[in-house]
């Protein structure tokens, strides 16, 4: 009976090990990291560090070496948003948004009868913004590279050549989009090919346009051979970009939004992205709860950051535009008492409603199909970069001459304000097209200090949903003590304002929390849709080790030494 007694308390004993949650451990490195959503990005930015570059020509390098590895959000043909800390603590932001052509007009998405046009925005070269990519890097690296811009593109160029290997996820993914090429394009370009894991795709073109940027650096882009190449293909396929809106594009440095949260202090992206705005909001809407307390995606952690969050998106899509057309009341929008008055309403007995929040009738919608990368480099440099073509492959139109894919970034304009985007992101008179404007965007690059000390490096794609993502990667370290990776690895949620309902990662959430939160009045919702968020972030660790967080959501890789 003993002999059984003892064996059955054995059998207790592993099953409650089995069920015990693993705390997982992301790559540590001593001086330097990168994470970004390929392998053979990572690795020819660390490569760059190594040479003795910093994180600035290593953003160059990172940056071109995504458009050829990973063409489902890394481009030439896009745009992006930087923040940066360097190590002396300077910090600042660099906007490369794509810009509205010159031919452009408020009503260009709309028919006879003032209705949206399906697909006009989304498909093809109507769709396309004027490309902000080259002229990104090429600011950063005038202002703070030190390697030539010859020696940072060679490894690119080689990787071009030399092909990169097709993984599961998007082996799946071109076969998700090749009716749409089809639909976008005249002729079958490169993707449209059966392509299967572990085959290797080659770019020939893309690393001739390479070459040529690499020689002839910015202008070749934006007055070059290839601007000549690039304008004439967007023409021959409906498009209005010209020579002229190429030749006008200017990155542009801008002050980024800071605020604290408890001991932090956190550096984000200033409109027209609304990332950094709308994550202070948030923050400092939930600063005078206590959630360490709480506990980790509780009920009513759940409640007090999805009533924060329902209150800065329905800011968000009324507020927010292009800072150069529309005025923004940024300071008020993310003070303490601005966001405290916010959520006097809010209580822990029952819901809000998004249709008593005002401001009413407007809901967004944006591009999950971003990319995100963040670098330490070995002199205690930050980058933060978050770019995107909008959509997944962008407009889907691409140009084989030149070998990449062009945005559909007029997307994330209003068509028509009241009317949602493709990501359900509804818009406001501020974000209206003009010509040259910048459409808004929820990128959201954060740098986070610590006591005066660079602490984490976060961000990531996901169209709406990057903001919640960022807001609960860096609260996952910060108020649950988790680790980077594990931060990065804890299942997500997500509220916008409209559509009025929680987003949940399914399968991943305590049934009676969502329980609770139903009995509230939440419209909870685990179907399978997109993810929320691919986070790439870097800790820095109290022995000042990094400590990578790489997602498994995607095929996100830390490298570093």
Same mark, same amino acid.
């Given at each position: 009976?003993?002999?059984?007694?003892?064996?059955?308390?054995?059998?207790?004993?592993?099953?409650?090990?089995?069920?015990?949650?693993?705390?997982?451990?992301?790559?540590?490195?001593?001086?330097?990291?990168?994470?970004?959503?390929?392998?053979?990005?990572?690795?020819?930015?660390?490569?760059?560090?190594?040479?003795?570059?910093?994180?600035?020509?290593?953003?160059?390098?990172?940056?071109?070496?995504?458009?050829?590895?990973?063409?489902?959000?890394?481009?030439?043909?896009?745009?992006?948003?930087?923040?940066?800390?360097?190590?002396?603590?300077?910090?600042?932001?660099?906007?490369?948004?794509?810009?509205?052509? +010159?031919?452009? *007009?408020?009503?260009?998405?709309?028919?006879?009868?003032?209705?949206?046009?399906?697909?006009?925005?989304?498909?093809?070269?109507?769709?396309?913004?004027? !490309?902000?990519?080259? @002229?990104?890097?090429?600011?950063?690296?005038?202002?703070?590279?030190?390697?030539?811009?010859?020696?940072?593109?060679?490894?690119?160029?080689?990787?071009?050549? #030399?092909?990169?290997?097709?993984? #599961?996820?998007?082996?799946?993914?071109?076969?998700?989009?090749?009716?749409?090429? +089809?639909?976008?394009?005249?002729?079958?370009?490169? =993707?449209?090919?059966?392509?299967?894991?572990?085959?290797?795709?080659?770019?020939?073109?893309?690393?001739?346009?390479?070459?040529?940027?690499?020689?002839?650096?910015?202008?070749?882009?934006?007055?070059?051979? *290839?601007?000549?190449?690039?304008?004439?293909?967007?023409?021959?396929?409906?498009?209005?970009?010209?020579?002229?809106?190429?030749?006008?594009?200017?990155?542009?440095?801008?002050? !980024?939004?800071?605020?604290?949260?408890?001991?932090?202090?956190?550096?984000?992206?200033?409109?027209?992205?609304?990332?950094?705005?709308?994550?202070?909001?948030?923050?400092?809407?939930?600063?005078?709860?206590?959630?360490?307390?709480?506990?980790?995606?509780?009920?009513?952690?759940?409640?007090?950051?999805?009533?924060?969050?329902?209150?800065?998106?329905?800011?968000?899509?009324? =507020?927010?535009?292009?800072?150069?057309?529309?005025?923004?009341?940024?300071?008020?929008?993310?003070?303490?008492?601005?966001?405290?008055?916010?959520?006097?309403?809010?209580?822990?007995? #029952?819901?809000?409603?998004?249709?008593?929040?005002?401001?009413?009738?407007?809901?967004?919608?944006?591009?999950?199909?971003?990319?995100?990368?963040?670098?330490?480099?070995?002199?205690?440099?930050?980058?933060?970069?978050?770019?995107?073509?909008?959509?997944?492959?962008?407009?889907?139109?691409?140009?084989?001459? +030149?070998?990449?894919?062009?945005?559909?970034?007029?997307?994330?304009?209003?068509?028509?304000?009241?009317?949602?985007?493709? =990501?359900?992101?509804?818009?406001?008179?501020?974000?209206?097209?003009?010509?040259?404007?910048?459409? +808004?965007?929820?990128? *959201?690059?954060?740098?986070?200090?610590?006591?005066?000390?660079?602490?984490?490096?976060?961000?990531?794609?996901?169209?709406?949903?990057?903001?919640?993502?960022?807001?609960?990667?860096?609260?996952?370290?910060?108020?649950?003590?988790?680790?980077?990776?594990? @931060?990065?690895?804890?299942?997500?949620?997500?509220?916008?304002?409209?559509?009025?309902?929680?987003?949940?990662? !399914?399968?991943?959430?305590?049934?009676?929390?969502?329980?609770?939160?139903?009995?509230?009045?939440?419209?909870?919702?685990?179907?399978?849709?997109?993810?929320?968020?691919?986070?790439?972030?870097?800790?820095?660790?109290?022995?000042?080790?990094?400590?990578?967080?790489?997602?498994?959501?995607?095929?996100?890789?830390?490298?570093?030494?």
């Amino acid at each position: 009976m003993r002999k059984i007694l003892f064996l059955l308390s054995i059998s207790i004993l592993l099953i409650n090990c089995k069920t015990a949650p693993k705390k997982e451990i992301g790559l540590i490195t001593k001086k330097a990291m990168i994470v970004s959503a390929r392998e053979s990005a990572s690795k020819i930015g660390v490569q760059i560090l190594e040479k003795g570059g910093n994180a600035f020509d290593a953003m160059v390098a990172t940056e071109l070496a995504l458009a050829v590895a990973y063409p489902f959000a890394g481009n030439l043909g896009g745009g992006g948003f930087m923040v940066y800390r360097k190590n002396d603590g300077e910090i600042g932001a660099l906007d490369y948004r794509e810009k509205a052509p +010159l031919a452009a *007009t408020k009503n260009m998405y709309l028919d006879e009868n003032g209705n949206v046009i399906p697909n006009k925005s989304i498909l093809g070269g109507m769709a396309v913004g004027v !490309p902000g990519t080259i @002229a990104g890097v090429f600011a950063t690296h005038k202002k703070f590279g030190t390697l030539s811009i010859a020696e940072i593109l060679q490894p690119v160029i080689e990787l071009a050549k #030399k092909g990169v290997h097709v993984t #599961k996820k998007q082996e799946k993914s071109i076969k998700n989009y090749q009716p749409l090429f +089809l639909k976008a394009n005249k002729d079958a370009i490169l =993707f449209s090919k059966n392509w299967k894991e572990n085959d290797t795709i080659k770019y020939p073109s893309l690393a001739e346009t390479l070459i040529r940027i690499q020689k002839n650096g910015r202008d070749e882009f934006y007055t070059g051979e *290839t601007a000549k190449i690039l304008v004439k293909f967007i023409q021959n396929n409906g498009g209005i970009i010209t020579l002229e809106d190429l030749a006008k594009y200017e990155a542009k440095w801008r002050a !980024p939004v800071t605020f604290s949260y408890d001991d932090l202090r956190i550096i984000s992206m200033s409109p027209p992205s609304s990332g950094g705005v709308c994550l202070a909001q948030i923050m400092k809407a939930i600063e005078p709860f206590d959630l360490g307390k709480y506990g980790h995606n509780s009920a009513k952690s759940i409640q007090v950051i999805t009533e924060a969050e329902r209150r800065a998106y329905a800011d968000r899509s009324f =507020f927010l535009g292009d800072p150069d057309f529309v005025k923004i009341p940024q300071e008020e929008l993310i003070s303490e008492a601005y966001n405290t008055k916010r959520m006097s309403d809010f209580s822990f007995k #029952k819901s809000t409603k998004s249709s008593d929040v005002s401001h009413g009738n407007i809901e967004i919608i944006e591009s999950d199909e971003t990319t995100h990368y963040s670098i330490i480099d070995q002199f205690g440099n930050a980058v933060s970069v978050t770019t995107t073509l909008n959509g997944a492959y962008g407009s889907k139109l691409y140009c084989s001459d +030149l070998g990449f894919f062009l945005n559909n970034e007029m997307d994330d304009f209003s068509s028509k304000p009241g009317e949602p985007n493709m =990501f359900g992101l509804i818009g406001a008179k501020a974000n209206e097209i003009n010509p040259e404007k910048r459409m +808004l965007s929820s990128m *959201t690059p954060t740098i986070v200090e610590k006591n005066n000390k660079l602490f984490m490096v976060v961000g990531t794609p996901g169209g709406s949903t990057i903001i919640t993502s960022v807001l609960q990667t860096i609260l996952n370290v910060h108020e649950y003590k988790m680790g980077m990776q594990e @931060a990065v690895n804890a299942a997500r949620f997500h509220h916008q304002w409209l559509p009025d309902v929680v987003k949940m990662e !399914p399968n991943s959430f305590d049934k009676n929390v969502i329980s609770k939160l139903n009995n509230l009045g939440y419209n909870v919702d685990q179907t399978t849709s997109r993810i929320i968020g691919k986070v790439s972030a870097i800790l820095v660790l109290p022995n000042q080790t990094l400590e990578g967080g790489a997602d498994k959501r995607g095929d996100d890789t830390a490298v570093g030494f």
